[in-house]
């Protein structure tokens, strides 16, 4: 029998595209980010129907000023009217992908016209176009199913994010959606670079993106307990994501998407393509032990095989852009996780969590911090994490970075993402240098 060999492709990142709590574009969310600005708000707009009770959450990271009609208009070349009626049937989840693709091809220098004929769509989401399916169970029980809308399967699809994508970019290459909960968006990142490496695709558009702030996703969450509460004061909204601090109580609920095109290095060489980084290695895990609890070994093996993966030492990871989502037991574990690979701070990287910031956007939160940790790469600079007041105990011993930006000279980034389920993906990115 004949022995396959395969050569490994190595994979840089060339476009950005966000849509966040902090801006509607990669410009505006990196500024505010560096600035140590938090996109965390009061949120009513589901008060009506939830009613109003002194325990419930009543702060999210929610995008502002966002209207997908006029921030595709804005595009120097405006869809065409048929494209634009499809948007506004579009779910929000849909919405935030299609901008933040579009913003990525363009930075990337890149055209539907060709270009794009055999690029790969791998979007990942945690929840879909859940306010959809919500909205439209309504006025299903209300008026009976002539009340129900026929865009409604469209809308709520978890593939249509990347199908929609695909279909605007005229991308033919595969398209993927995954649905690993919080961990999705990494997911996405990590199996297109591997599909690229492999030579299945040399281009991928990838990253996740979601619009879980409806009345019954903070409901079910608020059951669980896993939503913050103790900050709902208007005064103090702004504090409640609060990674590894010891007054963490709980998520900030967030939405948005995060895109970036993946593409083979000898492509992108090829086109003269600006390059951010280039995308080393990638590690998952399964916790195999509860639902909702991380497990400090599942994090310890999904860091250490991600480092395996790249080919590098732990002393060789300058900043690591952590999962830290500000609940009691996520943030205790991980940061122990972090202790045992790295040591104490004296040797250890530069921690920031910048869910502080954004809050949590589930599904989009791997795809929104592997772009900050590209960033962070390419502009020598790690963000803060904010409203660190009080280091837990249990979270002492790492290298945090608090409440102002740190310049520092960055060679390789991890960042960590970990979901409902024990699902667990790390990445690992690397300093671009010309060669």
């Given at each position: 029998?004949?022995k396959r060999?395969?050569?490994?492709?190595?994979?840089?990142?060339?476009?950005?595209?966000?849509?966040?709590?902090?801006?509607?574009?990669?410009?505006?969310?990196?500024d505010?980010?560096?600035?140590?600005?938090?996109?965390?708000s009061?949120v009513?707009?589901?008060?009506?129907?939830?009613?109003k009770?002194?325990?419930?959450?009543?702060?999210?990271?929610?995008?502002?000023?966002?209207?997908?009609?006029d921030?595709?208009?804005?595009?120097?070349k405006?869809?065409?009217?048929?494209?634009?009626?499809?948007?506004r049937?579009?779910?929000?989840?849909?919405?935030?992908?299609?901008?933040?693709?579009?913003?990525a091809?363009?930075?990337a220098?890149?055209?539907?016209e060709?270009?794009l004929?055999n690029?790969?769509?791998?979007?990942?989401?945690?929840?879909?176009?859940?306010?959809?399916w919500?909205?439209?169970?309504?006025?299903?029980m209300?008026?009976?199913?002539?009340?129900?809308?026929?865009f409604?399967?469209p809308?709520?699809?978890?593939?249509?994010p990347?199908?929609?994508?695909s279909?605007?970019?005229?991308?033919?290459?595969?398209?993927?959606?995954?649905?690993?909960?919080?961990?999705?968006?990494?997911?996405?990142?990590?199996?297109?670079?591997?599909?690229?490496?492999?030579?299945e695709?040399?281009?991928?558009?990838?990253?996740?993106?979601?619009?879980?702030?409806?009345?019954?996703?903070?409901?079910?969450?608020?059951?669980?307990?896993?939503?913050?509460?103790?900050?709902?004061?208007?005064?103090?909204h702004?504090?409640?994501?609060?990674?590894?601090?010891?007054?963490r109580?709980?998520?900030?609920?967030?939405?948005?998407?995060?895109?970036i095109?993946?593409?083979e290095?000898e492509?992108?060489?090829?086109?003269?393509?600006?390059?951010?980084?280039?995308?080393?290695?990638?590690?998952?895990?399964?916790d195999?032990?509860?639902?909702?609890?991380?497990?400090?070994?599942?994090?310890?093996?999904?860091?250490e095989?991600?480092m395996?993966?790249?080919g590098?030492?732990?002393?060789?990871?300058?900043?690591?852009?952590?999962?830290?989502?500000?609940?009691?037991?996520g943030?205790k574990?991980e940061?122990q996780?972090?202790?045992?690979?790295?040591?104490?701070n004296?040797?250890?990287?530069?921690?920031?969590?910048?869910?502080?910031?954004t809050?949590?956007?589930?599904?989009?939160?791997?795809a929104i911090?592997?772009?900050?940790?590209?960033?962070a790469?390419g502009?020598?600079?790690?963000?803060?994490t904010?409203?660190?007041?009080?280091?837990?105990?249990?979270?002492?011993g790492?290298?945090?970075?608090?409440?102002?930006?740190?310049?520092s000279?960055?060679?390789?980034v991890?960042?960590n993402?970990?979901?409902?389920?024990?699902?667990?993906?790390?990445l690992?990115?690397k300093?671009?240098?010309?060669?």
């Amino acid at each position: 029998m004949l022995k396959r060999t395969v050569e490994l492709k190595r994979v840089v990142i060339t476009g950005l595209g966000m849509v966040t709590p902090l801006g509607n574009n990669v410009g505006e969310t990196w500024d505010n980010l560096i600035a140590g600005i938090s996109g965390v708000s009061i949120v009513s707009l589901f008060e009506d129907r939830v009613g109003k009770s002194p325990e419930m959450s009543i702060v999210a990271g929610n995008v502002k000023g966002f209207n997908g009609k006029d921030i595709f208009l804005q595009r120097e070349k405006a869809l065409d009217k048929g494209a634009l009626k499809q948007i506004r049937h579009m779910n929000l989840v849909d919405q935030y992908a299609l901008a933040a693709s579009l913003e990525a091809v363009d930075d990337a220098g890149l055209s539907s016209e060709g270009e794009l004929g055999n690029a790969g769509v791998f979007i990942a989401t945690g929840f879909g176009g859940v306010s959809s399916w919500e909205e439209q169970h309504i006025k299903l029980m209300a008026g009976g199913i002539d009340k129900v809308s026929p865009f409604l399967i469209p809308r709520f699809l978890p593939n249509l994010p990347g199908g929609n994508v695909s279909i605007f970019c005229k991308a033919k290459g595969p398209n993927v959606s995954l649905t690993t909960a919080c961990a999705a968006g990494a997911h996405s990142i990590g199996m297109a670079f591997r599909s690229i490496q492999l030579n299945e695709a040399d281009l991928i558009i990838t990253g996740g993106t979601e619009a879980p702030i409806t009345p019954l996703t903070y409901a079910g969450f608020y059951r669980m307990g896993a939503l913050s509460t103790r900050y709902n004061n208007d005064g103090n909204h702004t504090k409640a994501s609060c990674p590894f601090d010891l007054g963490r109580d709980g998520f900030v609920m967030g939405e948005g998407a995060g895109i970036i095109i993946l593409e083979e290095l000898e492509r992108a060489l090829k086109r003269n393509a600006k390059i951010y980084a280039e995308i080393v290695g990638f590690g998952m895990t399964g916790d195999a032990t509860h639902i909702t609890k991380p497990c400090l070994d599942g994090v310890l093996r999904c860091v250490e095989l991600a480092m395996k993966n790249a080919g590098i030492d732990s002393d060789m990871v300058d900043y690591v852009n952590p999962h830290a989502t500000s609940t009691p037991v996520g943030d205790k574990n991980e940061a122990q996780a972090l202790l045992k690979i790295f040591g104490s701070n004296n040797r250890g990287p530069l921690i920031s969590a910048t869910k502080s910031a954004t809050g949590h956007l589930l599904g989009a939160s791997g795809a929104i911090e592997a772009i900050f940790s590209v960033k962070a790469l390419g502009e020598s600079i790690v963000p803060p994490t904010i409203n660190l007041e009080r280091v837990d105990p249990e979270c002492e011993g790492l290298n945090h970075v608090i409440d102002k930006s740190k310049k520092s000279s960055i060679n390789y980034v991890v960042s960590n993402s970990f979901g409902f389920g024990g699902t667990n993906a790390s990445l690992v990115f690397k300093k671009w240098q010309c060669e």
